[in-house]
């Protein structure tokens, strides 16, 4: 028997590293973000409709998409980013249900983790069996933020503030993985719920 458990959780929580515990441990990864760079490729359905609202300077030369510029607008105005995400939502959804069906259909009793920051926003919990949810203080949240992308801590606040509030995604959480500490004890939190699922 295949079981689907969604792994969700802030920007910048640490759901790579937690993935990459994981897929070591045996798991199957669909990592939503990937999907979501996927459907967004040049000459892509879903980057066609973005240029048509957007307009073509959200493209680099070589007609790829110009993540820098588009996330620029789409973090400062809730409507744009509403549109964007009307737009790609569609079309990352569709993806995950035909990867989780492709490896239901190709593997037995076999884990798969559905990596998603917006699993809870996407409403994607029908889709798995149990929600993992990774809590850090945002502090440390936004420290991490500001590292990875190199920006300004007012872009990543920005970026924080429009995902659902750590408080609201607990009401949907079957478990909490606690990842304000070192990796050892993250790495125990893990196998100690891995044991738990394969039994």
């Known amino acids: 028997m295949v079981r689907v458990i969604g792994l ?117 919990m029908n889709l798995v069996e149990e929600v993992w949810l990774i809590v850090v203080p945002e502090k440390m949240q936004l420290e991490r933020l500001v590292e990875r992308e190199n920006i300004s801590t007012d872009q990543a606040q920005k970026r924080i503030d429009v995902q659902i509030a750590l408080e609201d995604k607990k009401k949907y959480a079957d478990l909490i993985i606690d990842n304000s500490k070192d990796l050892a004890y993250l790495q125990a939190q893990i196998e100690e719920n891995w044991e738990r699922i394969i039994e």
């Open 8 to 124: 969700t959780g802030g920007i910048a929580s640490g759901k790579t590293t937690i993935s990459n515990i994981l897929k070591e441990l045996g798991a199957i990864i669909i990592d939503a973000d990937k999907i979501a760079r996927k459907v967004v490729e040049r000459g892509s359905p879903a980057l066609k409709e973005i240029e048509e609202h957007f307009g073509s300077e959200i493209l680099f030369e070589n007609m790829r998409l110009n993540r820098k510029k588009l996330g620029n607008i789409v973090f400062n105005d809730t409507e744009s980013l509403k549109k964007l995400n009307e737009i790609v939502h569609p079309y990352i959804v569709e993806k995950i249900i035909d990867e989780i069906n492709r490896y239901r259909e190709t593997y037995n009793n076999r884990v798969i983790i559905l990596d998603a920051a917006l699993l809870i926003e996407l409403n994607l």
